[in-house]
């Protein structure tokens, strides 16, 4: 599976939109890009992923670049409760290989 | 989706013995995983629970240490063995729905674990 690199921690005004980026610079034609966030004391929990279109649901989108070397996630309007640790990941679209491998992902604050 | 049930969702324990975790989903599922958070880290697959086999153990994690079980489609167990303080971590329990890479992954909220 390709490996990610994401900023360590990033900042975010309460009520603007918050986009983490993730590169993915090695990510080969079969690989999905997953984000799973992990908030204090909690599991991790599914956000979004997508393949090479763009994709958006209730809870955030993602912009996936057309080289698919990027993608950024977006919550539109972040609250205090989306502060978390967000995680890319990048995963193969093969038969029994449907774990997850988590990086040390991007610790997001929302500040009031 | 999928609802999993941890327990116990915390414990402490004496060094040298051993705790069994449950994990309980709500439906049917294919693919059930056990993960390991030690304090301040990222997660790390400790195996994957087949239902009717013997568990898939990553690098690092043997089955004497981390024996699991799966007897059914929606239950298994994690036991750790012979506890030292360097397992005090959170363990965790995922599952999946199938075998391919694009079905969603879903987790229990983990079982926190210290050993004295």
């Known amino acids: 599976d390709a490996k990610t690199t994401q900023p360590t921690s990033m900042d975010c005004a309460e009520g603007r939109a918050a986009n983490l980026p993730c590169n993915h610079s090695t990510i080969s034609g079969n690989e999905y890009v997953y984000w799973y966030r992990q908030i204090h004391s909690q599991g991790p929990q599914y956000i979004i992923h997508g393949l090479k279109n763009n994709e958006t649901n209730e809870m955030a989108s993602l912009i996936i670049t057309e080289d698919r070397k990027s993608s950024t996630l977006i919550l539109p309007h972040a609250t205090l409760r989306d502060t978390a640790v967000y995680y890319c990941i990048v995963r193969v679209d093969m038969y029994n290989n449907n774990d997850m491998r988590f990086g040390a992902g991007t610790r997001l604050t929302v500040k009031p | 989706s999928a609802v999993i049930s941890q327990k116990p969702s915390r414990d402490i324990c004496q060094r040298g013995t051993s705790l069994t975790i449950q994990c309980q989903v709500d439906s049917q599922v294919t693919m059930m995983f056990w993960y390991r958070q030690q304090p301040g880290q990222s997660l790390t697959l400790i195996a994957t629970?087949?239902?009717?086999?013997?568990?898939?153990?990553e690098s690092g994690f043997v089955i004497d240490k981390f024996p699991i079980s799966r007897p059914n489609l929606t239950f298994s167990t994690l036991t750790v063995s012979n506890m030292s303080p360097e397992d005090s971590s959170i363990y965790l329990c995922s599952v999946a729905q199938g075998m391919l890479a694009k079905n969603i992954q879903y987790f229990g909220a983990g079982t926190r674990l210290s050993v004295l």
């Open positions: 629970a087949n239902q009717g086999s013997e568990a898939t153990y």
